[in-house]
């Protein structure tokens, strides 16, 4: 590929590296450069553009991205269709994300024009789901780089699906246990369990803390046809030849573990007995936060072996704390199971329209944008970023005492694309979304956030999601972490529902009977509409 200023006449078919702005003659990033571009460019005065051109011998980015995304995809990944030099994969199902590191080293090793990033090896993820994604830099690659890469890293994103298993359970008991604590530690399990596969408790023993009472538990236990077995010792397992190690090993099993380097779970045994995984649970078992139990539970519910090296292998990223980025099954939310989505508010504009700040405005007794945030702040949307511009301290007092983050755009008075990118750049890496409201619509609610919100769960490979009122697209629109490199080329006015024009970006239109999507208050007759809505 040539890169670089070139004179208008050589430019025609090559692709604008940076914009042009002469008057009316406007060409974006990423245009192929045209016989009546070049006239156009003459005519203006502008003799050379920067271009970058693509040889016989080049993949352009979206063909480098596809085919690269292809090739690392194994099974149970599905790859989207490439977009700005983007390919992204997706978990086909729920279950674990199995990555062979060495080899997406060896494809990222080939050239710096190629990426491919993934989430963590073994991470838990949902059904849509994105676990990786390829992405080339410039805007085309020679051919033999990507095959190099591809032969790289074949099959080396993949994903083990889980199943449903029936577990069977034993609790021992010491005098002082009381039945609630068990009942307690059933149900954390439970929990555990409807999230992998909807795996079920087929049965429940309870015996004395002594290794023959609890041996025959495990002879029986065994004979049910259960495909894991759980012991929650009354007391905690220090020793090989402790009462659970010991009741394994006299029921014809054997240990493959003790002790794990994952705390909380140090106190972990795994063992077999016929065949059959045996799980000697640590204490913080009983309890719904993450801990080392988790992670062989869910290794076994994707059908993957857990061997001593495995365990002595989970010491690095073993020390688990509880931060917003692992969200703890005992506070299950209504939208545990979607995926995450920012709220993004703009309200960094002039309101040049009205002549004053219309986002301070008061509709039913409350500042303007205060009615938007809330809204967010009560949906199935989250985290909550307001980007500020104009009067940007009276604006966050508008909205003191709500929990938002706030970010600045220096750039505010070049028009809603700089905000928008603003707002994008600051969704936190565990969003796959963003939700984009504008700050000046007072009647949008948590209902209408939520309808967008679910649909995407619904759609999770859908670009974009917006609502329809009246037989045309209204506002707030929801775009994907798939759009979000394509938001960094917006310019000027332009905002989020321009991106989802754009020919190959796939658009869920959510039917709305409601006018809050379409009431703004750019005008004085509309504040007065808003306020009369609001009012009945």
């Not at 994604?133 to 780089?145: D, E, H, M, N, S």
């Not at 298993?165 to 439970?190: F, M, N, Q």
């Not at 690095?316 to 995450?340: C, D, K, T, W, Y």
């Not at 994008?424 to 619509?441: I, K, R, S």
Request: negative net charge; hydrophobic residues 50%.
């Amino acid at each position: 590929m040539k890169f670089g200023p070139t004179p208008v006449d050589m430019a025609v078919g090559g692709v604008v590296a940076h914009a042009v702005r002469r008057g009316e003659l406007v060409l974006k990033k990423g245009v192929v450069v045209t016989p009546e571009h070049a006239r156009a460019l003459r005519t203006a005065g502008v003799t050379e553009i920067v271009v970058a051109i693509i040889e016989p011998d080049d993949l352009d980015e979206n063909a480098a991205a596809g085919q690269l995304a292809r090739a690392v995809a194994g099974p149970g990944v599905v790859v989207d269709e490439a977009f700005t030099g983007r390919a992204n994969l997706f978990a086909e199902d729920a279950g674990l994300l199995i990555v062979e590191r060495t080899a997406i080293d060896a494809a990222n090793m080939v050239d710096e024009a190629i990426t491919v990033a993934t989430l963590a090896p073994m991470k838990k993820v949902s059904v849509g789901e994105m676990i990786g994604t390829v992405k080339i830099i410039p805007f085309a690659v020679p051919g033999r780089l990507i095959a190099e890469a591809s032969a790289m890293a074949p099959h080396a994103i993949s994903l083990a699906p889980f199943r449903a298993l029936k577990v069977g359970v034993i609790s021992t008991i010491l005098p002082g246990l009381k039945p609630s604590v068990i009942d307690k530690t059933l149900a954390a399990l439970d929990e555990r369990l409807q999230g992998l596969a909807h795996s079920t408790l087929h049965h429940d023993a309870r015996v004395p803390h002594e290794t023959e009472a609890l041996e025959q538990a495990l002879r029986h236990s065994v004979g049910l046809g259960v495909d894991l077995v759980v012991v929650f010792g009354a007391s905690a397992i220090t020793d090989r030849r402790d009462v659970v190690p010991a009741a394994i090993e006299r029921a014809g099993g054997r240990i493959e573990h003790l002790g794990m380097p994952v705390d909380p779970g140090n106190l972990l045994l795994i063992g077999e007995i016929a065949g059959l995984p045996v799980i000697g649970a640590p204490g913080c078992a009983r309890s719904p936060k993450e801990n080392g139990f988790d992670w062989v539970l869910q290794r076994l519910s994707a059908g993957l072996e857990v061997t001593r090296h495995d365990i002595q292998s989970m010491g690095v990223g073993g020390l688990l704390m509880e931060i917003f980025s692992r969200p703890q099954p005992r506070s299950p939310a209504v939208h545990a199971n979607h995926p995450q989505v920012a709220a993004v508010v703009l309200a960094a504009g002039h309101s040049t329209r009205l002549g004053r700040n219309k986002l301070l405005e008061r509709v039913g007794g409350k500042p303007v944008v205060r009615h938007v945030v809330e809204a967010a702040l009560a949906s199935r949307a989250g985290p909550a970023i307001v980007v500020l511009g104009h009067q940007a301290r009276e604006v966050a007092m508008a909205l003191v005492g709500l929990d938002v983050t706030f970010v600045e755009n220096p750039d505010h008075a070049s028009g809603m694309a700089s905000s928008l990118r603003t707002g994008v750049d600051a969704v936190p890496d565990t969003c796959a979304a963003a939700l984009v409201l504008l700050g000046d619509m007072p009647l949008i609610n948590t209902t209408i956030i939520n309808r967008l919100v679910d649909n995407y769960a619904g759609e999770p490979l859908a670009d974009g999601i917006v609502p329809v009122a009246d037989g045309r697209r209204a506002n707030p629109v929801l775009l994907s972490r798939a759009l979000f490199d394509a938001v960094a080329s917006l310019e000027g006015d332009t905002g989020a529902r321009g991106l989802l024009a754009r020919p190959g970006v796939r658009v869920i239109e959510v039917s709305v009977d409601d006018d809050a999507v379409l009431v703004d208050v750019d005008t004085e007759e509309a504040l007065a509409r808003a306020r009369a809505l609001s009012a009945r």
